[in-house]
């Protein structure tokens, strides 16, 4: 099954509505409408009602959608079965019931195919179909369909594939060596498939953010007080990542149209949420710092705090660790499993009543400690000891010289 190669939008609906119901030589039968939720099916019912859906946003230039579906050569649905298609096909584009649509089927030498005419403004509150990156998804969609509907499977781009190879950010070099050490798919490649893997179906919005936690995955919405939905963020393990960093595709303005959204049910459930990880938030580290357990170098020690004086002391560190064996690489074979964070962010132990401060200012819900958008590192302090000034006992006297004025 085939769609046009690109959606067209219109400014009038009398125009392509004359063309679709028009008998033409080639149409073995008269064009006729076989489903949609139109209450009319002749040429002017249906462009009056289109019409008084039009006048309700009237700032809206191109109110017309138009697509169609052909299906190869010989091949035939029965009615019923193009509009059960053509419903489920609206669906997963994301029009709703409210959104007025028709399907009118042409059926010629070149095979059956059906113009899908909607209206891109919603009818109970006037909200307008956006349909970003349109043409790409429907391709996807229409292949699922075949697939669903066990049509004859036809050749096309694989949507997914086209938007991994467009879209999706490539593995930092970072990310690469971690997965060849590991053997293991890195947290961004994991968000990535776990979210292409759900957004198959239209699915809703709870549903999309509590399938993802059932994979580990953390979806933070990014909601204003006002009820204004601007994307999610997405943790996995002790990785944070923002939608733009996983890719062009997973921001808001293409993720809506994958996702069955409706403000007055999930923004209330989105605000909740979002309430709910914004102190889990503050403690998750920058996306780009793996905090793992290695095996300490020499060198790596040497930059950690002693804990007899508290104080960065290089020579005293290699001095208590010259004992503990290690091999040719430096590696200490019987010392324990240091955290990568403990140079970065030992230092704030050191604030007194530090703890103290942050309990008392989360519970009158100020936050604190945002991370830096850029943080560094401390690798090397300087000490300076200052000696008390030494006061002297006895007053030396100041002997005064006076000149004297040469004699007249």
Same mark, same amino acid.
């Given at each position: 099954?085939?769609?046009?190669?690109?959606?067209?939008?219109?400014?009038?609906?009398?125009?392509?509505?004359?063309?679709?119901?028009? /008998? *033409?030589?080639?149409?073995?039968?008269?064009?006729?409408?076989?489903?949609?939720?139109?209450?009319? /099916?002749?040429?002017?019912?249906?462009?009056?009602?289109?019409?008084?859906?039009?006048?309700?946003?009237?700032?809206?230039?191109?109110?017309?959608?138009?697509?169609?579906?052909?299906?190869?050569?010989?091949?035939?649905?029965?009615?019923?079965?193009?509009?059960?298609?053509?419903?489920?096909?609206?669906?997963?584009?994301?029009?709703?019931?409210?959104?007025?649509?028709?399907?009118?089927?042409?059926?010629?030498? /070149?095979?059956?195919?059906?113009?899908?005419?909607?209206?891109?403004?919603?009818?109970?509150?006037?909200?307008?179909?956006?349909?970003?990156?349109?043409?790409?998804?429907?391709?996807?969609?229409?292949?699922?369909?075949?697939?669903?509907?066990?049509?004859?499977?036809?050749?096309?781009?694989?949507?997914?594939?086209?938007?991994?190879?467009?879209?999706?950010?490539?593995?930092?070099?970072?990310?690469?060596?971690?997965?060849?050490?590991?053997?293991?798919?890195?947290?961004?490649?994991?968000?990535?498939?776990?979210?292409?893997?759900?957004?198959?179906?239209?699915?809703?919005?709870?549903?999309?953010?509590?399938?993802?936690?059932?994979?580990?995955?953390?979806?933070?919405?990014?909601?204003?007080?006002?009820?204004?939905?601007?994307?999610? /963020?997405?943790?996995?393990?002790?990785?944070?990542?923002?939608?733009?960093?996983?890719?062009?595709?997973?921001?808001?303005?293409?993720?809506?149209?994958?996702?069955?959204?409706?403000?007055?049910?999930?923004?209330?459930?989105?605000?909740?949420?979002?309430?709910?990880?914004?102190?889990?938030?503050?403690?998750?580290?920058?996306?780009?710092?793996?905090?793992?357990?290695?095996?300490?170098?020499?060198?790596?020690?040497?930059?950690?705090?002693?804990?007899?004086?508290?104080?960065?002391?290089?020579?005293?560190?290699?001095?208590?660790?010259?004992?503990?064996?290690?091999?040719?690489?430096?590696?200490?074979?019987?010392?324990?499993?240091?955290?990568?964070?403990?140079?970065?962010?030992?230092?704030?132990?050191?604030?007194?009543?530090?703890?103290?401060?942050?309990?008392?200012?989360?519970?009158?819900?100020?936050?604190?400690?945002?991370?830096?958008?850029?943080?560094?590192?401390?690798?090397?302090?300087?000490?300076?000891?200052?000696?008390?000034?030494?006061?002297?006992?006895?007053?030396?006297?100041?002997? *005064?010289?006076?000149?004297?004025?040469?004699?007249?």
């Amino acid at each position: 099954m085939k769609g046009m190669q690109k959606i067209k939008r219109g400014k009038c609906f009398s125009g392509i509505i004359h063309y679709a119901l028009k /008998s *033409v030589s080639h149409h073995k039968t008269v064009p006729r409408v076989i489903g949609g939720n139109m209450l009319g /099916s002749s040429t002017t019912e249906l462009i009056d009602e289109f019409n008084t859906a039009k006048k309700l946003r009237e700032d809206i230039v191109k109110p017309v959608w138009h697509n169609s579906l052909r299906l190869p050569k010989d091949d035939t649905l029965t009615d019923y079965q193009w509009s059960n298609i053509a419903d489920d096909y609206m669906a997963r584009m994301g029009f709703t019931e409210t959104h007025l649509k028709c399907y009118v089927l042409h059926d010629d030498i /070149s095979g059956q195919h059906i113009h899908i005419i909607a209206c891109r403004i919603d009818l109970i509150d006037g909200r307008v179909y956006l349909g970003k990156n349109e043409n790409l998804i429907s391709t996807r969609i229409i292949q699922e369909l075949e697939e669903d509907y066990k049509l004859t499977r036809t050749r096309g781009p694989s949507a997914i594939g086209a938007q991994s190879s467009k879209s999706k950010n490539k593995k930092s070099r970072g990310e690469d060596m971690l997965e060849k050490r590991t053997g293991k798919p890195c947290s961004k490649v994991i968000i990535q498939e776990a979210i292409e893997t759900l957004l198959v179906k239209n699915i809703s919005t709870i549903k999309f953010v509590h399938q993802l936690k059932e994979r580990n995955i953390v979806a933070v919405p990014n909601i204003s007080s006002t009820g204004r939905m601007n994307g999610f /963020s997405f943790k996995y393990g002790n990785m944070a990542f923002k939608a733009s960093q996983l890719g062009k595709i997973y921001s808001w303005s293409a993720l809506q149209n994958r996702i069955n959204y409706i403000p007055d049910r999930d923004n209330g459930f989105l605000l909740n949420l979002k309430a709910s990880c914004s102190e889990t938030l503050d403690m998750i580290p920058p996306s780009g710092i793996v905090i793992e357990e290695v095996n300490p170098t020499i060198e790596m020690l040497a930059l950690c705090k002693t804990s007899h004086d508290d104080r960065y002391d290089t020579d005293y560190t290699k001095e208590c660790i010259s004992t503990i064996p290690s091999n040719s690489e430096g590696v200490l074979t019987d010392a324990p499993k240091l955290s990568l964070e403990i140079p970065k962010f030992r230092w704030l132990e050191t604030i007194p009543y530090i703890d103290a401060v942050i309990s008392l200012l989360k519970n009158i819900k100020i936050l604190t400690l945002k991370r830096p958008k850029n943080p560094s590192i401390i690798s090397n302090i300087r000490i300076a000891k200052i000696a008390p000034l030494c006061l002297a006992t006895t007053a030396e006297p100041v002997s *005064v010289h006076r000149k004297r004025s040469p004699s007249l």
